[in-house]
């Protein structure tokens, strides 16, 4: 057949035509390669259907030996039924953790539960902070607590190991922790062996295997900082034990990019003021030391609900043993929780008393009052944060909460002494005083009494400060060195520490207490129900020779006008009276103010009338309130100290060598308003250096000779 002819310009088209079809067939081909399938394969193993599952496995089972792999390819049963010849159990595959969301697991012993963190969570966003403080909590302390603060415990053990964690250049810090909540109950009191935490970068962390740290478990916390930038791994297993030991662990375990969830502090939280025999008060550290004219400070002091609590639990329980590390171990075992806070058995409050002799300005700190403790009985302590106080639980930065380091505290024996504080004319007393059965379910009558002298008097000093030109010149003072708003400061300050006693119980004395109202002819003795020492009646069952001290120094230098200062066995009696130091009866306070005498013309009769307490020791306020007293006021007033061996030591007791009111066992020596009886360094030392404490005190003293002698002692 012969072709049409073509014109050149048709000849163009179809030869353009032609082309673009064959550009269009070789772009198919070249974009559609998959011209061929593969067959098929066959399963891995016949009538076996489960190979995803095993692929699944393939991690965990590479970390166990090949005579065990085809074992538990043929059981094709749960992960509780994998614990054959001699190989711990191992979970499907590791359970990914996420930024700050805990994982509560239950593990038994030969068991392993492993974990992954893997690169989404470490570069996952930041956890949520919550509102936060006014200021980082104990600014400026070794215990400074702020989110993030770079600090690792990358130990745990008895004395805990901190070191600081750089990043790297592209790697993340992972903050890793391990809390236990509940442990196997043993029989013999002592708590069962510990949790164990493994890191590996690879697959199969756990005992015998690549770890690039073990980290056992201590009293139910561990934790530390990984630093890469790739996929991690953790396991946690428990110890060999008894095959009587058949119970379970429970604990929770933790990552973090922003902080650790769970937190342990090893720096002494919680600070003793004080106990009696039904209850004990405590004190945290300085939240801050912002002044108080500022508005972190006014903060501070207005935080509602405070941001701490406190555990305890009586040492005769072990059941916390193991735990004293953990919030939520706590929570599930402490016989105190902080729920106690509904039932009034905890009271919790802020407060900016001061601590430490002559410390500094009152500052911010959380007060804790717990009460219906056993008398005569020893309790651990243990201060904690609830997740980061203003938010806790999953996701939340610190979340799982953060424990301070265990103290312990006894309550005391007889029931003569009371715990006051918080008082009106002295508001840096914390101590127990002397009391008896009628005050005792009425502590604000007690309060009541103290206060209303403490007014009393320092009012009448009032009057004879007014006496003095304090607003003149300068050249007219009195002093360069001091005023008269140093003056009542101190005159305020004295007072409150020597007229209302530390009380201690007479069961158990020490080297710097003394004996007060054990005299069998006084009257004022009452049988205390609380106090095993009081017999009815009166204390005729104390042996005589307990009225004559041999602590008491001789004073044969005595003005002949007071010969009772010579210790004399006829009149030492008068020694074991307690301070004049209420309205009602007694001797002269001041140079111009005599209080009158009971029907009896008892001529010491304040607390022994008033309240009537059984037998008790005094620890006597440190003399250099006194001192301060005398440096502080104007000559006129004619203020002076007693003597060393002319009345001193009935009033008194010496600071140490060192300046501080410690012996060097941390015992108190001296009483001072607002003392801490379990010291942490930081306090301990700034009560050695001497530092001064922010007091205001009065004075009592007796007109000898026309010089006002500063001296409340047996008078």
């Known amino acids: ?16 035509l032609v082309a673009s079809i064959i ?60 614990i054959r010849a001699g190989v711990d159990k191992r979970q499907d595959s590791p359970t990914t953790l996420e930024n700050n969301v805990p994982k509560n697991d239950v593990i038994k012993p030969s068991e392993t ?75 013999s009191g002592s708590p069962p062996p510990q949790l164990t935490l493994y890191l590996s970068t690879k697959s199969n962390a756990g005992p015998g295997n690549d770890n690039i740290q073990n980290i056992t478990l201590y009293e139910g916390h561990a934790s530390t900082i990984y630093l890469g930038t790739d996929d991690f791994y953790m396991a946690v297993v428990p110890p060999d034990v008894p095959s009587s030991l058949t119970s379970e662990w429970n604990y929770e375990v933790a990552a973090s990019i922003d902080g650790f969830y769970h937190s342990y502090s090893d720096s002494q939280g919680l600070l003793l003021l004080d106990a009696d025999s039904q ?3 405590f004190v945290s550290n300085n939240m801050t030391g912002a002044t108080p004219d500022s508005a972190i400070y006014t903060e501070w002091m207005d935080m509602w609900p405070p941001p701490l609590t406190i555990f305890a639990h009586n040492t005769n329980d072990s059941s916390i043993n193991g735990l004293q590390r953990s919030y939520c171990g706590l929570q599930n075992s402490a016989q105190i929780q902080p729920s106690a806070n509904e039932s009034g058995q905890m009271v919790v409050s802020m407060t900016n008393r001061s601590v430490g002799l002559w410390g500094s300005s009152p500052e911010p700190k959380q007060q804790f009052y717990l009460n219906t403790l056993n008398g005569s009985s020893t309790y651990h302590g243990i201060m904690a944060m609830n997740g980061n106080s203003t938010h806790s639980g999953p996701r939340v930065v610190h979340g799982g ?72 010149t300068q050249t007219a003072q009195y002093s360069l060195a001091r005023n008269c708003t140093d003056c009542a400061n101190a005159y305020r300050n004295w007072l409150c520490a020597v007229m209302i006693p530390r009380c201690e119980d007479f069961s158990t004395s020490t080297p710097y207490t003394q004996f007060r109202n054990v005299n069998p002819l006084s009257q004022f003795v009452t049988p205390n129900p609380l106090n095993s ?51 009602g009866c007694g001797t002269n306070l001041s140079a111009s103010t005599e209080v009158p005498s009971d029907a009896n013309g008892n001529p010491n009769c304040g607390i022994d009338f008033s309240i009537q307490p059984g037998p008790y020791n005094e620890i006597l306020p440190c003399g250099e309130f006194c001192y301060e007293l005398v440096r502080s006021c104007p000559a006129s007033l004619q ?34 308003d607002g003392a ?40």
């Open 1 to 16: 057949m012969r072709f049409p002819k073509l014109t050149p310009l048709q000849s163009r088209f179809v030869a353009s």
């Open 23 to 82: 550009i269009l067939v070789i772009y198919y081909i070249l974009s559609n390669p998959h011209t061929a399938y593969a067959a098929e394969l066959d399963s891995i193993q016949n009538q076996d259907h489960n190979h995803h599952r095993l692929a699944k496995d393939s991690l965990t089972v590479s970390s166990v030996n090949r005579e065990t792999e085809e074992e538990i390819a043929k059981l094709q049963v749960s992960d509780e039924e994998k």
């Open 113 to 187: 539960n492993q974990y992954i963190v893997s690169i989404p969570t470490m570069f996952s966003e930041k956890g949520v902070q919550g509102s936060g403080f006014p200021s980082p909590m104990f600014n400026g302390s070794s215990d400074q607590v702020d989110n993030g603060s770079g600090l690792a415990q990358v130990a745990s053990s008895e004395n805990t190991e901190w070191q600081t964690v750089t990043n790297q250049e592209g790697s993340r810090k992972v903050y890793v922790s391990v809390t236990t909540c509940s442990q196997p109950l043993s029989n």
């Open 279 to 281: 209850s004990a008060l």
């Open 401 to 472: 909460g953060q424990v301070w380091r265990t103290m312990t505290f006894n309550t005391k024996t007889d029931g003569n002494c009371q715990l006051l504080f918080d008082l009106t004319q002295c508001p840096n007393v914390a101590h127990a005083v002397p009391t008896s059965p009628q005050f005792l379910n009425d502590t604000p009558a007690l309060a009541n009494l103290y206060d209303l002298a403490a007014e009393a008097l320092f009012q009448n000093f009032t009057y004879s400060l007014a006496q003095v030109p304090c607003n003149t």
């Open 533 to 583: 020492f009081s017999p009815s009646g009166q204390n005729a069952s104390i042996p005589s020779n307990i009225l004559y001290d041999p602590t008491y120094v001789p004073m044969p230098s005595a003005p002949a006008a007071f010969p009772f200062l010579n210790q004399s066995p006829a009149n030492a009696l008068s020694a074991n009276q307690s301070r004049n130091a209420l309205a």
């Open 639 to 672: 203020f002076a100290c007693p003597a060393k061996g002319r009345g001193f030591e009935r009033s008194y007791r010496d600071l140490g060598s060192d300046g501080s009111p410690l012996d060097s066992n941390g015992v108190l020596m001296c009483s001072y």
């Open 676 to 715: 801490i009886l379990n010291p942490s360094n930081g306090t301990a030392n700034a009560a050695r250096r001497g530092v001064p404490v922010d007091r205001t005190g009065l004075a009592v003293g007796m007109l000898v000779s026309g010089v006002f002698v500063v001296g409340l002692g047996a008078w």
